[in-house]
């Protein structure tokens, strides 16, 4: 189970509120100029086959994982190359316990029902799953969604993130499961384009 602060479940509300998110980044940028880019997926190759995957631990056996600057550089020829333009269609994984819903999401960090059980909570590659939302025959959207990193000192502050491993030990990792009812409005959630992720640095590029 999850120790939350209290008033954690506020911290995405009060970190992605658009008003509070313009007045943030006018005192906090005045003075630089901020760039952001999107992801980029590689892709796990083989001789004669590969697959678009957005990290290495999902590659199948046998494969290796050609990052999207590889893919830019080394294979400019080779099929694979569209994995460059094909981030959102990538499949994700789901967490399988019935706390989660059937959540589509990067890692099993993100499922609540895997800290409840050592049994199977998450399922990857699923082509049900991926970055971009998808309309079901009913009306109805899926997409993933991702945990939330908050340092309990600062309980209305928070980050999106892709897994637990990159939320600091001393901070607190909240599972969507967690606040998926208790915030209504869709454009609060830890949705893709709201998570930080790294990126890869050649020289000056």
């Known amino acids: 189970s999850l120790n939350l602060p209290q008033d954690a479940h506020l911290a995405l509300q009060k970190t992605f509120l658009k008003p509070q998110q313009q007045q943030l980044t006018s005192v906090i940028h005045a003075s630089a100029q901020k760039t952001y880019f999107s992801v980029a997926a590689g892709a796990c190759v083989t001789t004669d086959k590969y697959w678009c995957m957005l990290e290495k631990t999902e590659c199948p056996f046998g494969s290796t994982f050609v990052s999207a600057r590889q893919l830019e550089t080394e294979f400019k020829n080779s099929p694979a190359i569209q994995c460059l333009d094909a981030a959102g ?48 025959s009913d009306g109805s959207t ?58 890869c640095r050649y020289g000056n590029e």
């Open 89 to 136: 269609s990538v499949p994700l994984g789901q967490c399988t316990m019935s706390d989660d819903n059937g959540l589509c999401t990067g890692d099993k960090s993100n499922c609540g029902g895997c800290f409840e059980t050592s049994g199977k909570c998450f399922e990857p590659n699923n082509a049900a799953c991926t970055l971009e939302g998808r309309e079901n």
């Open 142 to 199: 899926d997409f993933a969604l991702f945990g939330l990193c908050v340092n309990p000192a600062y309980p209305r502050q928070g980050h999106c993130l892709w897994s637990r491993d990159e939320c600091p030990s001393t901070n607190i990792w909240i599972t969507p499961d967690s606040w998926l009812k208790s915030i209504k409005n869709v454009e609060d959630y830890c949705t893709c384009e709201k998570v930080v992720v790294g990126a």
